[in-house]
């Protein structure tokens, strides 16, 4: 008996023996990866300063292991509303550098700093190790600002300006009328039945009133009256124009291409000119309706044109920025941007400044087309078309960066920029006191939130004065895309609601 006890002390040490061996292998995969962290350098939280010197901003990653032992990142971007977004790809380590060849992000450790690249631009970064990335804060609760104080019924989706003339506001709608509407009050002048959408905004001279539909014409109506003079067939009745279903996203898939606006007509000594959606610019007589000349592009023309008195400027869907002869229509010059055109190009001193779906915005020059200086807009299609603003400054919009920014247009120095949480694809309306923007909201929307409304900024600091948000209404877009227009004491802004809306604001 005694021989056997040794044996029964033992028997609780074989099954501890046994349950250590259990945990440490159901702990093995936990070890492997505090094991990986502590010898590989780059894992864990960094944050700094990334960005050209013109444009730097606050920036941050998290480097961590998945389950196949390869390190994935995870970007915390507060300027462009990202905060622990999952990067597409892994690291691949090659000589102390981690390349994630997806989003171009190289990175390596040194002296206790990440150092590196990111995307395609290069932008340098300069990052520490920190304890903890931001997050996204709640909307500030701002002031509502004056409210509206008329609303007239449309009917259809309003997605381009008012043109203002003698306090009276020219707006299409998505149903295809054109609409003249008082000021003052939000009464009907007269209506225009033009037949398809109208997407774009009009142009509006003393007497006359300029418009693109999408039927295909050019129209040119009595201002006063709203009676037609004449048309002209820009040749694009059978170009689609796929929006996005206002209930069902999935119906939206692989055809929504956010093509949602038109071209305004631009007048230089009696003629008009203005692009297309089947991609061909035109020249028009003003009085007669006549064709001047005609130039072909390889994309639809969406966004207004721009002249210096001797070219005219326009971009294209075909990535593609033209400058053709104003007289001949002959080309003078082009550049590719390497995406679609969808902002106006406008001349901004000596610049002429240009943005596309890319995420670019550009200053070339505008007798030669060369490069003066480039910015990338951080992830964000530039859509907005560019303001003037004092000086050789200018204000624009932006989509997912949800910013409006004051930009010099010497050499693309961002003086601010602020959120006003949604989509600013319309361009500001600003006066000397204050820059009025719109906003599109999108929910649900997978990357980041976006919330309808109308801002007021303080035009030095970029400092929201007030912000009257939009209701929701269940429908997946909501709030203005739509740019606000100034009129006397009147701020104008149509609705995806099919609303015009006039606000009453101080001088």
């Not at 931001?134 to 309003?158: S, T």
């Not at 007669?288 to 005219?312: C, H, L, M, P, Y």
């Amino acid at each position: 008996m005694k021989r056997l006890a040794p044996l029964h002390r033992t028997e609780p040490m074989i099954k501890l023996n046994t349950q250590i061996c259990w945990l440490l292998a159901l702990l093995s995969p936990f070890a492997t990866l505090a094991a990986a962290q502590s010898s590989d350098p780059i894992l864990g939280k960094w944050y700094g300063m990334g960005g050209p010197q013109l444009d730097r901003v606050p920036i941050g990653f998290e480097f961590k292991l998945n389950e196949r032992g390869e390190i994935k990142a995870y970007l915390s971007l507060p300027v462009a509303n990202f905060y622990n977004f999952e990067l597409p790809g892994v690291a691949v380590r090659d000589s102390g550098k981690y390349q994630f060849a997806d989003v171009a992000l190289t990175v390596a450790v040194d002296h206790g700093k990440l150092v590196g690249t990111y995307l395609w631009a290069g932008i340098p970064l300069t990052l520490e190790r920190t304890a903890r990335l931001p997050r996204e804060l709640p909307v500030p609760a701002y002031p509502r600002g004056p409210g509206p104080v008329w609303m007239a019924k449309l009917g259809g989706a309003i997605y381009a300006p008012v043109a203002v003339r003698d306090s009276v506001a020219y707006v299409g709608t998505t149903g295809g009328i054109m609409n003249a509407i008082h000021v003052r009050d939000g009464t009907f002048a007269w209506t225009f039945v033009a037949g398809r959408p109208l997407h774009g905004e009009p142009l509006a001279t003393e007497n006359h009133l300029y418009f693109v539909c999408d039927n295909g014409y050019l129209f040119k109506l009595d201002r006063r009256t709203g009676k037609e003079v004449w048309r002209y067939d820009l040749g694009d009745a059978r170009v689609s124009r796929p929006l996005g279903h206002q209930v069902l996203p999935e119906i939206g898939i692989g055809a929504f291409d956010f093509d949602q606006s038109a071209p305004r007509p631009l007048l230089v000594d009696s003629i008009l000119y203005v692009g297309s959606g089947d991609g061909s610019f035109h020249a028009v007589n003003a009085n007669t309706g006549v064709r001047v000349w005609r130039f072909e592009a390889n994309g639809k023309i969406r966004s207004d044109a721009a002249s210096d008195g001797v070219r005219v400027f326009f971009g294209s869907f075909d990535h593609i920025v033209y400058a053709v002869d104003r007289e001949s229509g002959k080309e003078v010059w082009r550049k590719d941007t390497q995406a679609e055109v969808t902002s106006s190009p406008v001349l901004i001193g000596d610049r002429l400044i240009v943005g596309n779906r890319g995420g670019l915005l550009a200053a070339l020059n505008p007798a030669t087309g060369t490069t003066i200086w480039r910015m990338l807009f951080w992830s964000s299609s530039v859509e907005s078309t560019p303001v003037p603003g004092p000086g050789s400054e200018f204000f624009i919009g932006s989509s997912d960066l949800r910013r409006v920014s004051r930009i010099d247009a010497k050499d693309g120095r961002v003086l601010w920029r602020s959120d006003i949480y949604g989509i600013a694809w319309g361009r500001p309306a600003v006066t000397d006191h204050m820059v009025y923007a719109s906003a599109v909201g999108n929910t649900p929307y997978a990357f980041m939130r976006h919330l309808g409304g109308l801002s007021a900024l303080d035009p030095a600091t970029g400092k929201t004065a007030w912000r009257w948000p939009v209701p929701d209404s269940g429908a997946l877009y909501t709030g203005f895309n739509a740019a606000p227009v100034v009129a006397g004491d009147r701020l104008i802004v149509g609705g995806l609601d099919g609303n015009l809306y006039g606000f009453s604001i101080r001088r």
